[in-house]
């Protein structure tokens, strides 16, 4: 039972440098999303979307891209990475592909530090 | 648009106490909301959740939560504390997209 699954784990980045993080979902939810968390802010929307080859924008997009070519798969790049980037970044998914009462579940985080 | 404002970054209770955890919302529309607890360095597990059925929602864990449509609040509570309670919760409210308040680390001492 995966559920949404988060790679890497881990990553140290220099400033400048690019990275894509990866999140997959086996459950066949149309909606994915990314969030950062930072201390004292509680989780902020980055990007989402509600099915295939849709995507939009949260609360934070910039410095951040998104796409969704499969159901299954959302990754988040980051174009030129900047040391307030440095978070914990969660992807999200849930059933129902606009408003819904559906809960999302996350993945165990990616831990990202830029230097 | 919705939000959600938690009142109190940190709060602190002995064991066997009641727990209390304080939710307030805006939203244009009947909003659904929730509650999510997060264990050091672990994802959020959702506590539970309202949508409209009932107004007194209990969830896991022995914790309960009461919808308030007049005082626009969402609290969590919980009669006993224990002290595997200690973790940071997180109020969020939901329509097209899910948007979190800032957490409240609880502390339960024994």
């Known amino acids: 039972n995966a559920g949404v699954t988060q790679t890497p784990e881990f990553q140290v980045l220099k400033t400048g440098q690019s990275m894509t993080l990866q999140c997959a979902q086996d459950m066949n939810h149309e909606y994915m999303s990314w969030y950062r968390q930072d201390p004292g802010m509680g989780l902020r929307l980055i990007h989402y979307?509600?099915?295939?080859?849709?995507?939009d924008q949260g609360e934070v997009p910039n410095g951040y891209n998104v796409s969704r070519s499969t159901t299954e798969d959302f990754p988040l790049r980051l174009l030129s990475a900047a040391p307030s980037q440095t978070s914990v970044y969660f992807c999200a998914s849930r059933s129902g592909g606009g408003a819904s009462n559906q809960p999302q579940h996350f993945g165990d985080g990616t831990r990202l530090s830029i230097l | 648009a919705q939000s959600v404002t938690q009142l109190g970054s940190h709060v602190s209770v002995s064991e066997g106490a009641l727990v209390l955890l304080r939710c307030n919302y805006s939203s244009s529309v009947p909003p659904y909301l929730f509650w999510y607890v997060q264990y050091p360095n672990q994802g959020l597990q959702l506590l539970l959740k309202y949508t409209s059925a009932a107004t007194l929602v209990k969830g896991i864990n022995g914790f309960e939560a009461e919808f308030k449509k007049s005082e626009t609040s969402f609290h969590l509570t919980k009669p006993s504390a224990h002290m595997s309670d200690a973790a940071e919760y997180f109020c969020a409210v939901s329509f097209n997209d899910m948007r979190f308040g800032a957490g409240t680390r609880l502390t339960v001492k024994p």
């Open positions: 979307s509600v099915g295939a080859g849709i995507t």
